[in-house]
């Protein structure tokens, strides 16, 4: 397959964690650059985090300091784990890779930050 997998998403209270996942495990190509992006309602799509091949990260400011985003090689998954989640964090996640020298999305999951 050419498409990531996305899991993780839920349902989380403010301050609980959850970490996302992003696999090609099943695809000959492996992941050259990771992105993950987010939608909430009402918002514009925007940048959460990014991590190269060789395994620098960059993150938007709204979310320095509380995701870490990452990556196995072997297993060919990149994750975003999430943690100090507010309200405001709650969007549909996507994740986007560069395999093979191509942009590829993931199909999105929900991410929901509530009491």
């Known amino acids: 397959q050419v498409q990531p997998v996305e899991s993780g998403g839920g349902l989380v209270q403010p301050g609980g964690s959850l970490r996302l996942s992003c696999a090609a495990s099943?695809?000959?190509?492996?992941?050259?650059?990771m992105n993950w992006y987010r939608q909430g309602p009402g918002k514009q799509r925007e940048w959460v985090a990014g991590?190269?091949?060789?395994?620098?990260?960059n993150y938007a400011a709204s979310v320095r300091g509380r995701f870490t985003i990452s990556r196995d090689n072997a297993k060919n998954v990149g994750y975003l784990q999430m943690n100090s989640l507010k309200p405001e964090d709650t969007a549909v996640y996507y994740c986007?890779?560069?395999?093979?020298?191509?942009?590829?999305w993931g199909q999105g999951t929900q991410v929901t930050v509530s009491s």
């Open positions: 099943e695809s000959i190509l492996s992941i050259n650059i």
């Open positions: 991590i190269s091949s060789g395994g620098s990260t």
């Open positions: 986007n890779v560069l395999m093979g020298n191509q942009r590829y």
